[in-house]
């Protein structure tokens, strides 16, 4: 019933790992051809290779996995989903159901343990509600603001020989639950007032735009209005990279000017973008002379952090479309004066800055350099799965993205090991598109027995490794508080990663300079059929910049090691 | 400020850790909880009682309200509610307190429900604080055992909360 159900809601792959508690499963996978099962060789894999599916096409994502610690493996993966708000759903296997409460082997209370990382979960009790449950799981997960379901399974309730009609509902209502469609049109109304009498206004978009598939409406609106836009860590492909009126990333190490121009605005049109610690730096301090507008489809998220005047509770892409709608109809125009003006002042701040970074003080190549190179490789059209460190954050400001969902990255919770697993989730199922995973060689290590997967499976992504030989994002952090005392940010005692990945079956590079870096980057995306990894040698001494200063403003950054605003 | 919020459920298995889950989780704080089922017997009316500013509390109705399980939440305290407690509390009793708390469990209008030749057992029902008054207005008697039942709370008029 359960692979029948997975079926009738359209799933085409699911990513999983057997065990006892699942063998009824399992030999039901067996016997059909619809669900295709991709084995991992470790569940932290198998969820994020769910969860980057759903970021890349906005549907939940499937894993499947065993009771006990199969459970235990996927918790990482279903926190970095909840924290980023992504849809997937959870299938886990558990013991018998008579034997629940009595530490039966390979027993863990999951619906226990992820209660506090999920939208919802379910244990079935009675076999029968199993198709019912799925589809309320599929539903839950995708509506409103998107997150993990899991569905807990025991044993006895997927016994082959016990036999039950089946019907997969076409569609379920819960009573309890009912996300809103539309925004409140009087308020809407008033957002839409204050847009229009701004003289220093900016939008900051998030990944509410990427999920709620609201791109063009963002697009459309801040062209009529002539309005920079910032985009959060989630949310970049929001908005194209390339466009003049994007001001780049904000937040902690956010561009100078859009740091800059958040501060100093007047009205911050804030959509599918929840105020993170990482974006407002110190709330106290916060866009001193804003006025906030604040849609999201979560009510819980407008004023949590950071008070919004004008709270508007929809999903983006409606509430957009109301306010186009809204802008093309008033007769009040934008002050096209005072954009004029404050654009003069953010080309100011821009050319103060612009991202630049020096690559004349040593032989070693730039991170940055990589990434540059790599946008420039693939056109900026690539899906980049990314890992977390500063190798993150230089592909989030030196990648140029104009895409919408080509960004993947775990940015609530910041999981190391994610882009792996991630960019082979988005090759499987995109496979005539360029699929990267930039990392490091801290956070490879984290999910690289999945090396063997791609084998298994031909899943023919490539790895940007940028190798400082050390955890580069905690060094940063300890050179600047700790007095550089490095503990345990080094790593001493690397594999030769070209050797391991040809272990696999793989193609591996290691490129050491700069002039080398172009043609074997176009060496390995000419190599469409094939795993490659590209050790390449980064300056261990690089900072990421800017980066805003500790309980500032979001004016207050560091610029370089020795510039601050 | 202490706030009483009254929030309906589905009666289902794990609602109940759902809710107090989430409080723990956001570092929200209970003082006092009670759930029993309603006439609905698909449903459970749970009453928590508990203290924040005004964004502390707009947070825990909007989490409260995220939950699944969750059909409807309402702050009591926002307009004209009655609450009510019970206290079931044991004292030593003999000599010339046995009168003393007789005569102060009177004027609070509470009653003796069980009686030894040592001891008392007073139920009192009304407000939190009036029941923390009789505990302090007891004074010198000698208390065994103090039992609470938690806040339970009504809107006062028309008002309801329900489907």
Redesign the interface.
């Given at each position: 019933m359960v692979v029948r159900a997975l079926r009738d809601e359209g799933v085409k792959y699911i990513y999983g790992y057997p065990g006892g508690a699942l063998l009824h499963v399992y030999d039901a996978l067996f016997q059909q051809e619809d669900v295709q099962h991709v084995l991992v060789r470790h569940e932290q894999a198998a969820t994020h290779m769910a969860d980057a599916y759903a970021r890349a096409t906005g549907k939940a994502g499937v894993a499947l996995v065993t009771s006990g610690p199969g459970a235990t493996n996927a918790i990482t993966g279903i926190a970095t989903a909840y924290m980023d708000s992504i849809p997937m759903v959870v299938i886990t296997g558990q013991v018998m159901s008579y034997l629940i409460g009595e530490d039966a082997f390979q027993e863990t209370d999951m619906?226990?343990i992820s209660?506090?990382i999920v939208?919802?979960?379910f244990?079935v009790t009675r076999a029968e509600d199993i198709p019912e449950i799925i589809k309320k799981a599929f539903h839950?997960a995708e509506s409103g603001r998107p997150g993990p379901v899991v569905v807990d399974i025991p044993k006895d309730m997927t016994a082959p020989t016990e036999r039950f009609p089946y019907e997969y509902p076409k569609s379920v209502k819960?009573?309890?639950?009912s996300p809103v469609t539309k925004g409140h049109s009087g308020q809407i109304k008033k957002a839409v007032d204050m847009l229009l009498g701004a003289k220093r206004p900016i939008i900051y978009s998030g990944g509410g735009i990427i999920m709620g598939d609201a791109s063009a409406e963002l697009i459309e609106l801040a062209q009529l209005l002539n309005f920079p836009v910032t985009n959060t860590l989630m949310g970049l492909g929001g908005y194209p990279g390339t466009d003049r009126q994007f001001v780049g990333m904000l937040g902690m190490h956010g561009s100078y000017e859009a740091n800059m121009t958040m501060h100093h605005s007047d009205l911050v049109l804030a959509i599918g973008a929840r105020f993170d610690d990482r974006v407002t730096n110190a709330t106290d301090k916060f866009c001193p002379t804003a006025r906030i507008v604040h849609v999201d489809i979560?009510?819980?998220s407008i004023?949590?952090t950071i008070?919004a005047d004008v709270p508007i509770v929809g999903p983006a892409k409606v509430v957009l479309e109301e306010m186009i709608q809204l802008v093309k109809a008033s007769k009040k125009q934008p002050d096209a004066e005072a954009i004029a003006s404050w654009w003069k002042q953010i080309d100011e701040w821009r050319s103060r800055h612009g991202g630049h970074y020096r690559t004349d003080d040593s032989e070693l190549m730039k991170p940055q350099q990589v990434i540059e190179m790599l946008s420039k490789v693939t056109n900026g059209d690539a899906y980049v799965c990314s890992d977390v460190g500063q190798h993150q954050m230089f592909a989030a400001q030196y990648y140029k993205f104009n895409k919408p969902n080509r960004w993947i990255n775990s940015g609530g919770l910041g999981t190391m090991g994610f882009g792996f697993p991630a960019a082979m989730g988005v090759k499987m199922n995109f496979p005539n598109e360029e699929v990267v995973c930039v990392t490091g060689e801290g956070s490879i290590q984290m999910n690289i027995q999945e090396l063997s997967t791609c084998s298994q499976y031909n899943i023919p992504v490539k790895i940007i490794c940028l190798n400082n030989q050390s955890l580069g994002m905690v060094r940063q952090w300890q050179d600047m508080n700790y007095e550089a005392r490095h503990s345990h940010s080094y790593m001493d005692s690397l594999p030769d990663f070209k050797k391991l990945v040809e272990a696999y079956g793989h193609v591996g590079m290691k490129v050491e300079k700069y002039s080398d870096l172009e043609n074997a980057m176009r060496e390995a995306f000419a190599m469409k059929d094939r795993l490659v990894f590209m050790d390449i040698m980064v300056d261990p001494f690089e900072h990421v910049y800017p980066m805003q200063v500790p309980r500032g403003a979001m004016r207050d950054m560091w610029l370089s090691k020795t510039e601050r605003t | 400020m202490r706030h009483i919020i009254s929030v309906l459920m589905e009666n289902e298995p794990g609602a109940l850790s759902r809710v107090v889950g989430l409080f723990s989780q956001r570092n929200f704080n209970i003082e006092s909880l009670t759930v029993a089922p309603t006439e609905d017997a698909t449903l459970s009316r749970l009453t928590v009682t508990t203290i924040g500013d005004d964004r502390v509390i707009e947070q825990i109705t909007k989490q409260l309200n995220k939950l699944i399980d969750v059909v409807k939440v309402v702050d009591l305290t926002e307009g004209e509610h009655i609450e009510r407690e019970l206290m079931m509390i044991k004292l030593k009793a003999s000599g010339q307190m046995r009168a003393e708390i007789k005569r102060t469990a009177d004027i609070f209008r509470g009653q003796i429900i069980d009686v030894t030749p040592t001891t008392y057992t007073v139920q009192m029902i009304g407000s939190s604080e009036k029941l923390d008054a009789f505990i302090t207005s007891l004074g010198a008697a000698s208390i065994m055992e103090v039992v609470r039942s938690g806040v339970s709370g009504i809107a006062r008029g028309e008002k309801v909360l329900s489907l």
């Open positions: 619906l226990g209660r506090p939208k919802h979960n244990s839950i819960l009573r309890s639950y979560d009510p819980a004023s949590k008070q | -």
